[in-house]
Each structure stands twice: as structure tokens, then as C-alpha cells.
């Protein structure tokens, strides 16, 4: 492939730092570069509380044991998001009960929530797609109502922002009750599988260290709180090793170069597609009023399967991969099979499943390439309308 | 700390692995390094499937998931063991069924075991503990007799092996129809945080790559198996960064060098505190004639708790940090308050939570060290036994 669709990042220092971070006679989880990321997100994001995950999925599943799902509790999510977002609760026994999309966006449309609460709902989970905010306004506005924890999946939302009243900016992932983040290879800021929990309500922070802690009250026996310590709940080992968080420190020390480079390849994949948009053939990302981007990713809208087939498919024979993204969850195997499935007709996340594409998106991605890309879509789609082949 | 307790070893070739991983294209999980990782043990010990895992709790929470637990279902375990080991089982909605250690040694007493059988028993959960196998031609009757899975914690077992009939000697985790394997780094062989699951039983193979890729089929997928993956079953993120594998190969390419190293300390350890043992004042490792040693522990043991905590600030006294181990589970906040305790009396598993003391042990310790150590708490008993104080 000369163009992959994915490169991982290297800033130059993460091996200086995994070196530092075996010096100092701690690599297992919560050693010294594990403290400074937290200290990055607490500081640079006005986070309560961080807590370093071995994968977004591990964050979920903390928020899920910490807000005290059980057997027969509902989870209300978007049926267009990674497998991860319902699993995470379904370990705890939930039921998953999936919202339709926004006709606008991926993200979970706000105005299909409220008649899915029942009184066994127990949390909204948002996943803020590409990185673009959910109307955390609605969604505030109903939690409130039905006394529901909100859950943000924001694992492609690092470094973004719902914009509210009066023109505020609130980064994502401090609106929730409980946020979790992704440092998969494919994100922003990366450290091959990572994940952290950001925890705003503090009710849920001293049981959050224990059950990250294998169900131990480790961390208070470390600040002198317990003179020893045991066993006290449920739990897992979902802090990462130390060699992860080294790694994961120098991305987040370059977010703001690593930013910029992304938003300018964003913004070239846009000018260069524009006129494509202009002619009806495809459609662009929105990113809607209430929130910024944070250049996660560059994702085109076709009219059908068949047109974007055939631009994957054409990319690939000029050795570009572009890739399609989530399978509706309430179309899956497993969901149809469980015996909480609710056969509900989502048309709009049947239509992401079947009709958005993902281009190359990497730091190192070049003008160039970028160039070529396009060019090879415009190529395809113009010579298919030309043809009156499926693209409209 | 002059001598800490651990100090993690690099083998020098780990930033090495880790640049080539990046290079790679692939630092998630199941990259280049990943895949070695796997190849070193089912090679070197014929484990028939392996999995690497973020960490040996993780790869226990997979085994449970494995073995069908359910609420009701009843476990038996060694109650001194680390409280990942009950954990995973919890979970998952076990009840744990504590057994006690052995009076020579603390790993659990097979003859305690039937007893505690009921029709509920699912699973025979083993920990080789310091590296020194169970006896499990014992424990596989049992297994046979009740029909009931075996799990292997492993966690300290790497390179150790059960000696059979006509002195066969067959590797742990490869005798369970699962085992769990721990790389923190406290370990052998480590990456910080990190752990393996091995899957002997070949009914598992498939449902376990599907359940640690989030409970879809991607692995199959990739094998050209399916045409497309989804969500097909429950699952997590079990599985590590290639950064923490890329770290752990170049261990287990040095895992001679590093057991050589490790025989040689304890083999020391052994011989200058020989005559402690001959004086009646402590009792050195004991390694039953069905087990190998793989060095991972030295440990000593007391005849009460007084006079191991004398030797622990003696000891602290002079720069060098020595640790007591697990808290006996069955005597811990979390089981007694717990719907499933019971209440039962195990007096090995007590003694070896108030008596056993482990020493510093790591690759880099170094002769003159393990004689200081030696010479300390030669001092400190000899003294004690001088002025009656508590040591017998």
C-alpha cells in the first residue's frame, strides 16, 4: 500500500522517555510518567480527576461498574459507534437500547432520546464522532429530568470543545458524569492501546483508584491513609504500564503541533473536495455550530454503497486505503440474538454504516499525497456520473 | 533505598523493538511483536494457543468468560493469592470457595480441596506460587472425578515445570485447560504491566480471540474466514500495545541469561542463610520433589509475625527493602463482607500472611548485596535469639 490508511506518530522523545521510566525503577502502572499525563489533561482541560486505562474499552467498563450497572438497568447509546460503547455495559448486565443518528452527523440525535427513557434507563452514553461535540445541552437538559448519568465516549474527542452559551467552550469529556478517552494508534494523540477515565463528579473518584486498583485501596495505603491494604471490592487491572504512559507523554507534549498538522490536512481534503459537494456527488463533514473540530478524521457521505464501493475500491488499486467505519450495532449478530434485542428501524445509522468512507489521515500524510487522493476520487466519480454509473 | 525491593531489568535490546514496531506501522494490539511473542512460547513450551493480555488479571477475567461462569457457580482457590485471582471470578458473578495453603509450602493443599466440592463447582483455580508447581497429577483427578476446569495462575511460573511419572517434565500452563502468565514487573520476565493467556483446550481457541477483539470476529476476518466482522459476542480490549510486546520479546529472547542470573542469586540466598534454617530461627523455600525452581522468589519463613516485622525494619534500617506478601482473601473486607462468605478457619493461609518475608530479587542485585542482606538479618536474629526476644 503506498498510501496507508493509518501511520503512527513518533515525536522524537517517546523512547528517550520509556528509557527514563525504566531508570526510575517503575514501569508497572502508576509510575512516574503515568502522574505527569494526568497532570497534562487535569491542567490543560480542567479535568477533576484522570485515571490511565489500558484501552478506551477498559475506561467504559470502569464507568459502567462505578455508576453501579446491573442486571435489567438501560443504557441508552447510538447504534453507529464501536463495538466497545455496549459491550463495556452488557458486562454488566445492561441492556443496550440504540438511538438513531443525527441526519446531519454520525452522532447520536439528540431529539430520538427522550421517548427511548424508561424508568429502568440509568445513563445516556454520547459518543462525540470525529471528535464533533453531541448537543450536551439536550442532553444535559435530560438527564437532569430522569436523574440519568450521562457517559461521554470521547475517544475521538481529545483536544475538543462543545461550544455553548455566549460563545463558551467546555472541552469534551468534562461535561459527563464519567468521560472515557482513546490513544488507539488510530487517534490523535496515540500509544498503540490506551485509554483513560476522566471522572467529573467526585463522588465517584476514591471507588474509581480501588476498582482500577484490582478492587485494593492500594492508592490510599500510598498516601498514608490505610496502613494496609487488601481486598475491599470489585475490580481489574486497568492501569497501563508505565511504558505506555512515557510514550503516550510525548504525543501529548506536541498536541499542539500534532493539531496543527492535522488541521491543515483537513482543511486541504475540504478545499480539494469542495467542488464535489458543489456537483451533488458526495457530501462533506458537518461540524455543527456547537462545537469545534479537532481534526480527527476525514470522512466522505455517499448517496449508496455502491458509489463508495467502488471509490474503495478504486483507491485501493492505486495503493490508497480508505476504509469504511462502524456496522450498526442493532444490525449485529449479537445484539439480534441477545434477548434484550429490540428490532428498531434506525434509518440514519444504517445510512453511515453503508455510505460513509474515511481517507488516509496521518501527521505524516503529505500535501501531495492528500493531492492524489483526491484526485483519484474526483477521477472515479466523475468518469461514473459521466457514465451514469450509481453515484447519485 | 540503597537495595530496593525490584528493580526492572532491560535486556538493551527493548528500545530497540519498540522503534522497529513503530516502524512497522502497527503499534496497536496483535502487531509483529505480539505475533513473536506468541511463536517464543508456543515453541519453546508447546503451549498450544497464547494470547498476550494486558495483564495476567486480564487474562484470568478471559478465562472466566471462557469457562461460561455464571451467577451461582462456585470456584475453588488458594485464599493466599493475589486478589486478581478471586477477582476475575467475581466478576463475573462466582462465588469464591477459599481452600488453605500447604503447611510446607503456600501454594494451595490439594487434600483440602474435595471436600469443599459441591455440584455448583465449576473450576480448580491453581496458583503455582514463587514458581513451584502444585501437584497436579492430584488436582487432574480431582478435575476428572468432578468434571471440573482447571486454571492455572501462573503468574510467577514462567520456565518453572511439574515433574511427572519417570521424571517428565511438563511446563506450567500447559497442563490447564487454561492458564494466565504475568509480565509485571515484579516478574521473570517482564513489560511493566502485562500478561498471557494460554489455551490448552482447543474448544476455547476460537471464542477466546473473539472475546479479547471486543467480542467481534476480526481475527477471523483477517484470516480471510468471514467477509466482514461484528459484534458477535460479549468482550474487552484484552488485548496490549505491540510497544509492551516489543518490550517483553526482547526478555524472553534473553530468558536464559536472565534464569541463570536468577538461579545464581537465590542459590546464594540459600547457602548464607543455610544456617539460620540449621539454628531453628527461620525456614528457607521449600521446593517438593514434583517441581522445578524457576527462581522467581526468595522467601523466608518466620514463626510469627513479630519477628518477620523486626527483620523487615531492621533491614529498612540499613537501606534495603524487604515486603510481606498476599493478605489471606477469606480474611479480607471485601469476603466477609460479601454475601458468599464463609466463614471458615485456614491456618496455613494465616501463617504465611503473618510469617513469610520476601527478599530483594532482581537481575541486577548483585553478590556483595545478597551478602549484605544475608549478614543483616543474621545480625538481627542472632541478636534477637540472644536477648529471648520473639523469634521461636
Same mark, same amino acid.
Given at each position: 500500500m503506498?498510501i496507508p490508511?493509518?501511520?503512527p506518530? #513518533?515525536t522524537? #522523545? ?7 521510566s ?5 514501569i ?5 510518567y503515568t502522574?505527569k ?8 482541560y480542567g ?6 486505562t489500558?484501552s478506551c474499552t ?11 450497572i446491573e ?5 441508552i447509546?447510538p447504534?453507529?459507534t ?5 459491550n463495556?455495559f452488557?458486562l454488566?448486565?445492561?441492556s443496550?437500547?440504540?438511538a ?13 432520546i ?5 424508568p429502568k ?7 462525540h464522532?470525529a471528535g ?5 445541552e #439536550?442532553i444535559a ?12 465516549d470521547?475517544?475521538q474527542?481529545?483536544?475538543s470543545?462543545?461550544?455553548g452559551?455566549?460563545n463558551?467552550?467546555?472541552?469534551l ?9 482513546s ?6 494523540i496515540?500509544s498503540g492501546?490506551g485509554?483513560?477515565l476522566?471522572?467529573?463528579?467526585e463522588?465517584?473518584?476514591?471507588r474509581?483508584?480501588?476498582?482500577r486498583e484490582?478492587?485494593?485501596?492500594r492508592?490510599a495505603?500510598f498516601?498514608?491513609e490505610?496502613n494496609?491494604y487488601?481486598?475491599v ?12 504512559a512515557?510514550f ?5 507534549e506536541?498536541?499542539? #503541533?500534532?493539531q496543527?498538522?492535522r ?5 486541504l ?10 456537483a451533488?456527488?458526495i457530501?462533506?463533514?458537518f461540524v455543527p455550530s ?9 470522512y ?5 454503497i ?9 483507491l485501493k488499486?492505486?495503493?490508497i486505503?480508505s476504509?469504511?467505519?462502524y456496522?450498526?450495532l442493532?444490525k449485529s449478530?449479537f ?6 434485542s429490540?428490532n ?5 445509522s444504517?445510512?453511515?454504516t453503508d455510505?460513509?468512507l474515511?481517507?488516509p489521515f496521518?501527521v505524516e ?6 493531492s ?6 474526483k ?11 450509481v453515484?447519485?
Amino acid at each position: 500500500m503506498n498510501i496507508p490508511f493509518n501511520k503512527p506518530y #513518533k515525536t522524537g #522523545k517517546e523512547l528517550e522517555y520509556i528509557q527514563k521510566s525504566i531508570e526510575s525503577g517503575k514501569i508497572a502502572g502508576d509510575g512516574i510518567y503515568t502522574k505527569k499525563c494526568h497532570e497534562f489533561f487535569e491542567n490543560r482541560y480542567g479535568f477533576k480527576k484522570c485515571l490511565l486505562t489500558t484501552s478506551c474499552t477498559d475506561a467504559l467498563e470502569l464507568a459502567a461498574i462505578l455508576i453501579g450497572i446491573e442486571a435489567g438497568d438501560e443504557v441508552i447509546m447510538p447504534s453507529y459507534t464501536f463495538v466497545s460503547t455496549a459491550n463495556a455495559f452488557v458486562l454488566r448486565g445492561a441492556s443496550i437500547v440504540f438511538a438513531d443518528s443525527r441526519p446531519d452527523h454520525p452522532g447520536i440525535d439528540e431529539d430520538c432520546i427522550e421517548p427511548l427513557i424508561t424508568p429502568k434507563t440509568k445513563a445516556i452514553v454520547v459518543v462525540h464522532y470525529a471528535g464533533v461535540s453531541c448537543d450536551m445541552e #439536550k442532553i444535559a437538559k435530560l438527564a437532569d429530568k430522569y436523574s440519568l448519568f450521562i457517559i461521554e465516549d470521547a475517544a475521538q474527542a481529545i483536544d475538543s470543545y462543545y461550544i455553548g452559551k455566549n460563545n463558551v467552550k467546555t472541552p469534551l469529556g468534562s461535561i459527563g458524569h464519567l468521560a472515557a478517552f482513546s490513544f488507539h494508534e488510530t487517534k490523535n494523540i496515540i500509544s498503540g492501546e490506551g485509554g483513560m477515565l476522566v471522572i467529573n463528579d467526585e463522588r465517584f473518584s476514591k471507588r474509581a483508584e480501588i476498582i482500577r486498583e484490582k478492587g485494593t485501596n492500594r492508592s490510599a495505603f500510598f498516601r498514608g491513609e490505610v496502613n494496609k491494604y487488601g481486598w475491599v471490592d470489585i475490580g481489574s487491572s486497568f492501569l497501563p504500564s508505565d511504558i505506555i504512559a512515557a510514550f503516550l507523554f510525548a504525543q501529548l507534549e506536541n498536541i499542539d #503541533k500534532i493539531q496543527e498538522r492535522r488541521q491543515h490536512i483537513w482543511n486541504l481534503y475540504k478545499t480539494e473536495l469542495r467542488e464535489l459537494q458543489d456537483a451533488g456527488l458526495i457530501k462533506l463533514p458537518f461540524v455543527p455550530s456547537y462545537s469545534t473540530n479537532n481534526y480527527h478524521m476525514f470522512y466522505l457521505l455517499f448517496d449508496n454503497i455502491q458509489s463508495r464501493d467502488l471509490v474503495i475500491k478504486k483507491l485501493k488499486e492505486q495503493g490508497i486505503l480508505s476504509v469504511f467505519h462502524y456496522l450498526s450495532l442493532h444490525k449485529s449478530f449479537f445484539y439480534l440474538n441477545s434477548a434484550q434485542s429490540i428490532n428498531s428501524e434506525l434509518t440514519n445509522s444504517d445510512f453511515y454504516t453503508d455510505c460513509l468512507l474515511r481517507l488516509p489521515f496521518y501527521v505524516e500524510l503529505n500535501d501531495d499525497q492528500v493531492s492524489k487522493i483526491c484526485s483519484v476520487i474526483k477521477a472515479v466519480l466523475y468518469d461514473a456520473k459521466l457514465n451514469k454509473l450509481v453515484v447519485s
